[in-house]
């Protein structure tokens, strides 16, 4: 029968520090809770005065979890301390760390002023564990299980000092499904040993646990814990040596994706009858699903052409047949969903299914974000292509890769793969998207059109006549509006492009072109302080947004947005064609 330690323990439930507490609590099975494995901890606090933890988990063989007394190891929480002494050649080859022959989780080193944490390797290893490190001030060790990938396993500090006091907190925690399935393949159960030091308030009823005496000792012949209460400058002074099974051998309960329930599927879902699916059976995703993807950088979350958005890993499994429908739904069979990948990825999938009613409720022609930005990227592309005909036209030449940093060629036979900045501008942009997110995108949209090399556009205004310590100080939007503004004039006008090169200064190329004014809301949106709601506003109205949907969010305000820029560049680029031709005529 497993122990009942806080019924056991001597002094009652409700007086106990938090921290004591927690040590006496047997783990749960939640596999995502992060499990406390090792801790090497001091701090002074008004309530508890020096509280102090030194703790290790061994790992148990299950037939040996019973009568384990208090460990040795109790006392300073370390595996090993000091080194071997070394008297001649092959006098520590019977060095064997342990924790009273057991083995352990995390090996914790120390000499009483230097101390070093690690995962121990057995575990690392036999779970197939990555590690790497946060350095500066935290100098913390981090294990990653990269086959899935699931971060963050187990993780601690590696080191720390002590000279009158500790120069740091340690603590090593590791997850519960990884902590319980190495344990399960050991046949082994979790043991804390650990040392507990608090100054407690004096109170009635620790006085009656007391006797009357000034110390109490409770040390039962066998048992798994010596408890020490006495009295200290006025306080009550707690000490505790321990050794508590906290973890069974038992796995966290595995959830799979068989036998789940999708939204317009009548039956619960099995992988061999997702599998016999060889047509119908579409679920429907809320494109927040990509979200996880998108946001870290070990997966592949570019979008597809055409649509697509297939998120994969390291070449180790893919989703296939996700296709974007509408502005925010993602389209996909049911077999391709349930093909080889973690079942994890299924589950999160499922988190973001969406109700059939739901489906129909919204616009299945709605331009989705990566649909938006794949329209940029062609205006882009077509822009560098009519600047440097432009250019050719009037003695400034240039080749398409030194005006635009994006290739044609290269996104024709990649796509977006040397260009992250693009799948950036194309992630997930939900209706509700906070302010902050709304002009995180609006500067990565001017940062992406922004691409466009303003020397280009620079020399282009001073061959036509533009003087140059003004043209020298322009940005982007005004020069673009600068070369907008002469191809104008040119319009309605008997005269060959060739006439924009001059040696005069040509009138009214410097005046606001409302078909540029997109350009310039972007960039107020750019710099605009996330916390004035005013300023963010103005620039929305002036250009006829309706600011009354804000409360519902930002989406609708980053379509108007992404919509304007666009018509922007695609009449910068009718004006230049009707100049000097189509590049591909």
Known sequence: MPINYL?????????????????LHPIGFDPDQPVEVASWFEEETPKLALECVHMLTAVVPEDKAEGLGVLNEAVEGLVASSVPVVGAKGSSNKFDPSVSSYDYIVAAWGDGSRFSFNLAEKVWMALGLSARCVGNEQQRLVYDDLSLPVFEVAQGEISAQYHFESSRNVNWGMRNEYLRRYLWMRGAVGARAFYYQASLADSPELRELMNGQDH??????????????????????L????????????????RGADGLRWPGIENPVTHAWANAQLHGSIVYLDDRFLERYEQNEHFDSMPGRRGSCNPSYGGQWAFSGCERIGRNLIRVPIRELYKPKPD?????????????WRVEAVDHAEEHIASKTARLVEQLLDLADNLVQLGATVGVQANVDDVLKFSRGEITANWWHRYPQLSRLAQVAP??????????????????????????LKRLLKAAGCPAKEVDGLASAKLLQGVLNLLER????????TALRSAEE??????????????????????????????????????????GSLGQGYGKALDFVFDSVIRAFEALNTTLRGAVGSPSE
């Open 506 to 547: 040509p009138t009214s190329w410097k005046d606001k072109n409302e078909r540029l004014a997109p350009l310039f809301l972007n960039n107020d949106l750019r710099i605009a302080d996330a916390h004035e709601l005013g300023g963010n506003v103005g620039p929305l109205q002036a250009m006829g947004f309706d600011t």
């Open 7 to 23: 019924a056991e323990f001597p002094i009652p439930s409700r007086l106990l520090p938090a921290k004591l507490r927690a040590l």
């Open 490 to 497: 040119l319009e309605g006008e008997p005269k060959d492009v």
């Open 344 to 356: 994890r990825e299924i589950l999160h999938a499922h988190r973001h299914a969406v109700a059939p």
């Open 216 to 237: 109490f000792l409770a040390e039962p012949e066998g048992g798994w814990y010596q408890v020490d209460l006495r009295e200290n400058e006025g306080r009550l002074l």
């Open 239 to 254: 000490q505790v040596w321990a050794t508590v099974v906290a973890l069974s051998c038992e796995q966290t309960p595995e």
């Open 431 to 456: 209706l509700e998207m906070s302010q902050q997110a709304f002009l995180s995108r609006c500067k990565v949209l001017h940062e992406t059109w922004q691409s466009i090399s303003a020397a280009h």
